[in-house]
Each structure stands twice: as C-alpha cells, then as structure tokens.
Nanobody, 128 residues
Framework: QVQLVESGGGLVQPGGSLRLACAVS????????IGWFRQAPNEEREREGV?????????ACADSVKGRFTISRNSAKSEVYLEMNSLKPEDAAVYYC????????????????????WGQGTQVTVSS
C-alpha cells in the first residue's frame, strides 16, 4: 500500500526556516518522481509544484521559491525533504508531497495532475 506522510510543519517567523519531510512506503523511491505542492488558506491547491525531484536526479522549483527552497531525497531512508529558507507570509499553506511512478520531463510545467499518490499534508504558518 502506497503511503506518503508529511511532517515538519509548524509556526515560523518571517525570514525563518523549516524543513519538511515526506516519508514514503509501499514503493521504491528510486523509481518515483516526488513533488511538493501547497494550498494556501481559502485557496485551491496550486496547480504547479513548489519543487519537484526526479528519480534520475534533476530537480526544479517554482520561480516564487527559487533560491529559497530546496528539494532533496534520501532513498536509503525513503524520505524526501523540502528545505525552506527566508520564509515569507505568502508561503503559509498546507504542504503536500505527491508521487508518481514515472520520470517527468522538467522541460514543461509539472502540475498536480501528473501525480498519482498524495499525502495528507502538513501545515506551515509564517507569522510574527
């Protein structure tokens, strides 16, 4: 059974940092593309991923977080991380990790519709 469980969310002041983790089970992480998505309060989940990690190595992040967020994976631990620095109030959202058993082309916008499996999300609040 495929499971994705996010953790690491919480309350942080503007300019602060958080590290989210996505623990996966039921599949081999080395064969899956993992994405982080977010849904701000009173808004729909953003169609395009915050950051994406391809099983063959490439990563990509949205322009809005580029230079501040980093995605990485530890296949030995079956975990994927989202390191978030210089957080802004507009980064506040529920963050979800998602997985698909394919290599997605990084040459095009990758959307939530490309992903098959989803976690339950972890809340990130950015406020002073």
């Amino acid at each position: 059974q495929v499971q994705l469980v996010e953790s690491g969310g919480g309350l942080v002041q503007p300019g602060g940092s958080l590290r989210l983790a996505c623990a996966v089970s039921g599949f081999t992480l080395q064969h899956f593309t993992i994405g982080w998505f977010r849904q701000a309060p009173n808004e729909e989940r953003e169609r395009e991923g915050v950051c994406i990690s391809s099983p063959d190595g490439p990563t990509a992040c949205a322009d809005s977080v580029k230079g501040r967020f980093t995605i990485s994976r530890n296949s030995a631990k079956s975990e994927v991380y989202l390191e978030m620095n210089s957080l802004k109030p507009e980064d506040a959202a529920v963050y979800y990790c998602a997985a698909v058993g394919a290599v997605l082309s990084m040459g095009r916008p990758i959307s939530q519709y490309d992903f098959e499996f989803w976690g339950q999300g972890t809340q990130v609040t950015v406020s002073s």
